[in-house]
């Protein structure tokens, strides 16, 4: 098994940055495959950000591409959501998530490790 633990959310003005990160423990990180989901109030979980064991591939949601990226640092064991030019519609509680055979947009059930989140509030 492996337990995630997120961290990195906070309260920015729209245009503005913010870097999550994802520490990992358990099994060996690179055992496992890595995503982002979110969830906004009074909205279903979404895909947000995926990047395989080797970082070989990514992938994203049209809504983030362009402006948020996805990286991992085998060595630290970590996973990061670098977020740039945010916007009101970015607020949500993102989670981390990692599976050993599934790398991807979802559904969420395909990933079988979850996080508890942390809350990214995009306002003036």
């Known amino acids: 098994q492996v337990q995630v633990v997120e961290s990195g959310g906070g309260l920015v003005q729209p245009g503005d940055s913010l870097r999550l990160s994802c520490a990992a423990s358990?099994?060996?990180?690179?055992?496992?495959?890595m995503g982002w989901f979110r969830q906004a109030l009074g909205k279903e979980r979404e895909f947000v950000a995926a990047?395989?064991?080797?970082?070989?591939?990514?992938y994203y949601a049209d809504s983030v591409k362009g402006r948020f990226t996805i990286s991992r640092g085998n060595a630290k064991n970590t996973v990061y959501l670098q977020m740039n030019s945010l916007k009101p519609e970015d607020t949500a509680v993102y989670y981390c998530?990692?599976?050993?055979?599934?790398?991807?947009?979802?559904?969420?059930?395909?990933?079988?490790?979850w996080g508890q989140g942390t809350q990214v509030t995009v306002s003036s």
């Open positions: 990047i395989s064991k080797n970082s070989g591939s990514t």
């Open positions: 358990g099994r060996t990180f690179t055992s496992y495959h």
């Open positions: 998530a990692a599976d050993a055979f599934y790398v991807g947009s979802g559904p969420t059930e395909n990933y079988d490790y």
